[in-house]
C-alpha cells in the first residue's frame, strides 16, 4: 500500500492550494480519508476527514469555511481545496486512509505547504 501525497508549495497568505493523495495498493472506497498537518516543532494535528459511507465531511475550527476536502474512489485519490491560506496553515501535509475503530491505518510521506510573502 501506498499514499503519495501532492501539490505542496509556496503561496502567498490570501492565496489557494489544492492537495492530492494517490493511493496505490488500496481500494479508497473501503476507507475513511483524512488529511492532518504538523508544523515543525508541534505535533500532529487533524485538519479534516471524509467518510466511505455517506461522503460526510468534518473539519477543524481552523479551517472550517476555507478548506474543503473530497475524494474520487473510481481514481483512489483524495483532495484537499485550501483556499484563504494564512501563515499558520504552513505545515506538512499528510493524508491518512483508515477504518475506524481499527488499527488498520494507511499514511502518506507528506507535502510541504509554505504560506509566506
Known amino acids: 500500500v501506498q499514499l503519495v501525497e501532492s501539490g505542496g508549495g509556496l503561496v502567498q497568505p490570501g492565496g489557494s492550494l489544492r492537495l492530492s493523495c494517490k493511493g496505490s495498493?488500496?481500494?479508497?472506497?473501503?476507507?475513511?480519508l483524512s488529511w492532518l498537518r504538523q508544523e515543525l516543532g508541534k505535533e500532529r494535528e487533524w485538519v479534516a476527514t471524509?467518510?466511505?459511507?455517506?461522503?460526510?465531511?468534518n473539519y477543524a475550527n481552523s479551517v472550517k469555511g476555507r478548506f474543503t476536502i473530497s475524494r474520487d474512489d473510481a481514481e483512489n485519490t483524495l483532495y484537499l481545496q485550501m483556499n484563504s491560506l494564512k501563515r499558520e496553515d504552513t505545515a506538512v501535509y499528510y493524508c491518512?486512509?483508515?477504518?475506524?475503530?481499527?488499527?488498520?491505518?494507511?499514511w502518506g510521506q507528506g507535502t510541504q505547504v509554505t504560506v509566506s510573502s
Open positions: 491518512k486512509a483508515f477504518i475506524p475503530r481499527s488499527d488498520n491505518d494507511y
Open positions: 471524509i467518510s466511505n459511507v455517506d461522503d460526510g465531511t
Open positions: 495498493g488500496i481500494t479508497f472506497g473501503r476507507y475513511a
